[in-house]
């Protein structure tokens, strides 16, 4: 249960590590009673081992009873060989006897006792083979007959049948206990592999409630996905995907319409107008991970014609941060160029400035109102008047007033976008209507405002060139007449003018 308020990837880490758990634990439980199984034996040999060195020990003092015996009565130094191996050889025996049987108190007690008859055992056939070497034969025979060391032998005897009784006993009883530990191992063994059948078991069947969910978790994602790319499909612009390594991920009906059902690499169908080394296309820089928007590009239709376009490139993300896309948009600008093109054909631009005069500015704005209203895309119009215009012509002369008008002309015109429409309305009265009906106008007019104090400081002049300018929304779901839009824009320079005014007068 505690499982289900998991993630997917926090329960698959918690059953591995549930089975690295359950696997430790079986595996212990099985050292343990591999070793307790195989305890049992081992007292079994150990038992066995020292009943094996017992009787060792026992041929060995017979061994020394036997030589000894021969050389006394025959006196053939041959005799001596075996007695002189058992004598070197009974110290260790004694002692491995004596370090097995350790944890016996009652066999150490029987050790020591065996230890001072051995001892003297030793001492007396010691003697004997000293005294044959003096005495003659007769003699030894009679001191044979006198103390033969059968005393010390059998004393010797009767304390080792003893050590052996004991270890019989302790084999019987170890025997006993091998049987009640097998049986507990058994059982032990029975309860831990019960215990992760179980575990297992529920294991699976959490598992397999795991997969279901996430069939149907890729179910709902699919028909998401499904729903999104219907979107795409039906937006008026051309969109296309591609994923990181460069393939072709999605196209919607525009995008194959333009660049027609063969798709290939995307690059190959951009074209700049005028290029330039080391341009990147907006798709280059969306697989580099920057957003950028141009203007200045063609596509070549599958028929060959070449068409206008504005392309944006947007990289996509994965959670991760890593780059998994990247979207390029593209919208069809040929009539805007077009348009553009007629308007210089008729000379609908500013003699001065190079920028459109009122009436161009009128006829390609009331254009792209137009395509506003179809687009349902919003629109933002700048109205913009120089401040202290009149002042420069007064001090430094008309001729330094067009200067100036040329001068700001040149900085609107580098500020704003191609694709936004600059007029100059006449005298020191400019209007700009944006395609970009964004929330950050004021943004923009903040940045138009630090480029013209950066021309201030470069060109330093009796009259500071500065301007007030108003800014109006364009809602195509409102639609105005573009007279109203310059009005309303008009009014709103006025305004901000006379809040300096009124600034100027209250500081004086």
């Known amino acids: 249960m505690f499982l289900q308020s998991f993630s997917l990837e926090k329960k698959v880490r918690s059953v591995t590590v549930l089975g690295l758990v359950l696997l430790a634990v079986i595996s212990w439980f099985s050292y343990q009673s591999v070793s307790e ?22 041929n060995e003092l017979t061994n020394v009873q036997t030589s000894v015996r ?11 060989k075996p007695y002189q191996t058992a004598i070197r050889v009974i110290p260790g025996t004694l002692a491995e006897i004596t370090s097995e049987t350790r944890d016996n108190p009652r066999q150490q007690t029987n050790l020591i006792l065996l230890k001072l008859q051995i001892k003297n055992f030793s001492r007396v056939y010691a003697r004997m083979v000293r005294l044959r ?15 033969s060391g059968f005393d010390a032998m059998n004393a010797a005897l009767k304390t080792i049948g003893d050590v052996n009784a004991e270890e019989q006993k302790l084999l019987v009883l170890r025997d006993a206990a091998e049987v009640r530990t097998a049986r507990n191992i058994r059982w032990t063994i029975f309860l831990v592999f019960s215990f992760a059948a179980l575990l297992v078991l529920g294991t699976g069947i ?5 997969i279901v969910a996430v069939k149907i978790f890729n179910e709902k994602l699919r028909e998401k996905e499904a729903v999104v790319f219907q979107f795409l499909s039906g937006l ?3 969109i296309f995907v591609v ?18 059902r063969d798709l290939k690499p995307l690059e190959d169908f951009f074209e700049f107008r005028q290029p330039q080394p080391g341009l990147k296309t907006p798709l280059a820089l969306a697989l580099q991970g920057a957003m950028s928007t141009r203007d200045d590009m063609e596509i070549r239709k599958p028929d060959g014609k070449m068409i206008s376009v504005e392309v944006s490139g947007i990289p996509i993300r994965g959670s991760d941060g890593q780059l998994t896309y990247a979207l390029t948009t593209f919208t069809d600008i040929s009539k805007r160029i077009k348009h553009q093109d007629e308007l210089k054909r008729l000379s609908l631009r500013d003699d001065l400035t190079g920028l459109l005069n009122r009436r161009g500015f009128i006829t390609l704005g009331d254009q792209q109102l137009k395509v506003a209203d179809r687009t349902q895309i919003a629109l933002l119009m700048l109205f913009i008047d120089l401040d202290g215009f009149k002042l420069v012509n007064d001090l430094e002369g008309h001729q330094a007033g067009d200067q100036l008008l040329i001068e700001f002309a040149h900085i609107i015109k580098e500020h704003f976008r191609k694709s936004d429409i600059v007029g100059r309305l006449g005298g020191d009265e400019f209007a700009i209507l944006s395609e970009d009906g964004s929330p950050e106008d004021a943004a923009i007019i ?26 109006v929304k364009y809602d195509p779901k409102h639609p105005c007449q573009l007279d109203q839009l310059i009005y309303r824009a008009d009014q709103q320079m006025y305004a901000e003018k006379q809040k300096k005014k009124d600034h100027r007068a209250k500081s004086n």
């Open 206 to 210: 959490n598992i397999n409630r795991q």
């Open 446 to 471: 903040d940045r138009l405002r630090e480029k013209v104090e950066v021309y201030n400081r470069a060109n330093p002049r009796r009259g500071r060139l500065g301007f007030s300018v108003g800014s």
């Open 236 to 238: 008026p612009i051309g």
């Open 37 to 58: 199984l195989f305890r049992p034996f081992d007292w079994i040999t150990h038992t066995q081992d020292v009943l094996g060195k017992i009787g060792t020990l026992t």
């Open 133 to 147: 070497k003096r005495i003659e034969g007769e003699k030894n025979d009679f001191y044979m007959k006198q103390d």
């Open 70 to 80: 021969g050389y006394v009565l025959t006196g053939e130094e041959k005799y001596l």
């Open 243 to 260: 994923k990181a390594d460069g393939k072709t991920y999605f196209a919607n009906h525009v995008a194959l319409h333009l660049l027609g």
